[in-house]
């Protein structure tokens, strides 16, 4: 754009003794008319990239491959699991169908009350096999078994109701605390009671002005970090 006005001056100033001054102006006003359609041109492009970003985004999304079925025909019994046996079997396990695999034919049993310590270096896998017991990876190979239940045979909304995980960062909702602990309005507030007494909170809620009825900001900011996972 400036070199259109410098080149349309220079032009006015080597044709000076054959243009009049009108023509000048007017050659010199269009040029500076040019450079801002270029500029408006340059800032439509670089908007147009910008928000080309979104449309890449719902076509990636578009194109992810769908979960299992939430419900299948195989259901589970109404109090599984009740022991809380687990078998891993051979199990194997991958991110993605075109990369290497990051679990190796797992083979292990897990006994009903028995405390499991998983150690490994970062990026060994530890988590990825937690994500599995939710299916939230699917198998490459092998299965596992809950209660002598293969679980790649179970819905998801079956198995993920059925099962709990206390994660590193507890996440909880703004609501209040009985939201927070029973969200679909299954239990009693007996029952309720019940479990923050095992989890040794109940001492701490029942001296709450409104017991269960505290409100919990976003993210659990009004309680402590313990206290959070205590929750979950």
């Not at 790649?152 to 909880?172: A, E, K, N």
């Not at 269960?212 to 970090?225: A, K």
Request: net charge negative.
């Amino acid at each position: 754009g400036n070199l259109v006005v410098f080149f349309a001056a220079l032009f006015a100033v080597i044709s000076r003794d054959t243009l009049d001054s009108g023509m000048v102006g007017l050659s010199i006003s269009y040029a500076l008319n040019v450079t801002q359609t270029l500029n408006w041109l340059v800032r439509m492009t670089s908007e147009l990239e910008t928000n080309i970003v979104a449309v890449e985004r719902v076509s990636e999304y578009a194109e992810i491959e769908n979960e299992a079925a939430w419900i299948t025909s195989v259901r589970p019994p109404d109090e599984w699991p009740t022991a809380g046996n687990i078998r891993f079997d051979n199990y194997k396990v991958r991110y993605r169908p075109e990369l290497e695999l990051i679990l190796h034919g797992i083979t292990c049993d897990i006994k009903s009350t028995e405390k499991v310590g998983i150690v490994g270096r970062t990026g060994a896998g530890k988590s990825s096999l937690t994500n599995c017991l939710f299916r939230i990876m699917e198998a490459a190979d092998g299965r596992i078994l809950i209660d002598d239940i293969d679980i790649s045979t179970l819905g998801l909304h079956d198995l993920r109701s059925r099962l709990t995980i206390i994660p590193q960062d507890p996440v909880l909702f703004s609501g209040t605390l009985r939201m927070n602990l029973d969200p679909f309005q299954t239990f009693s507030d007996e029952e309720i009671w019940s479990v923050l007494e095992l989890a040794h909170l109940k001492d701490y809620v029942r001296g709450l002005p409104t017991k269960l009825q505290h409100e919990v900001s976003e993210g659990g900011e009004n309680l402590s970090l313990g206290q959070r996972q205590l929750l979950c």
